[in-house]
């Protein structure tokens, strides 16, 4: 078993066990204020083939996003409701976590959500996430839904690579 490199107290640096697809190197990082669920993520984006780091705190994640060239996010809204006392503090936090990440980066934003919050799938969804999961999810799916980002990964930089060749021009049509 491969125990994490710890960076700082509040994040944790690990390197992709496996390669799926490509041999590019991509980088994730998790926020999830629940241990247990952020080394589950981690894990599940490992074997995926993603460079993971693992972060408890959201205003360190924003320091981190700025520090580092990511490719996905994958945010833990649902953990910070299973306690109130985290709630309280860390639900505000992630929430403008998202915001930033959505705003200011190109990346792709994984949010599991609230199972009894539609009015927060609205958010996020408005936000633009490339995925929002309400309720818990973990094991193959989570696995398989890290390779489907590294699958996305690897089209966008496909059509972005096309674009780049013809110019970035586009066609445009004359109504007679």
């Not at 993520?41 to 580092?68: H, K, M, N, S, Y």
Request: aromatic residues 4%.
């Amino acid at each position: 078993m491969h125990l994490p490199r710890q960076v700082s107290l509040a994040t944790t640096h690990v390197p992709p066990a496996t390669a799926v697809g490509t041999t590019q190197t991509l980088h994730c990082l998790i926020v999830a204020t629940d241990e247990a669920r952020r080394e589950n993520f981690g894990f599940a984006a490992r074997e995926g083939g993603w460079d993971v780091t693992l972060c408890c705190e959201p205003e360190a994640a924003i320091a981190l996003a700025r520090q580092r060239l990511l490719q996905m996010a994958i945010i833990d809204l649902s953990g910070a409701a299973t306690d109130e006392a985290v709630n309280a503090a860390d639900s505000p936090a992630l929430r403008f976590l998202i915001e930033q990440l959505a705003c200011t980066s190109r990346m792709l934003l994984l949010v599991c959500g609230n199972l009894d919050d539609p009015c927060e799938e609205v958010w996020a969804r408005h936000l633009g996430v490339w995925m929002y999961l309400p309720g818990a999810i973990d094991g193959a799916e989570l696995v398989g839904l890290c390779v489907a980002a590294r699958e996305t990964i690897d089209r966008l930089a496909v059509v972005a690579r096309s674009r780049a060749t013809r110019g970035g021009e586009r066609k445009t049509f004359r109504l007679s």
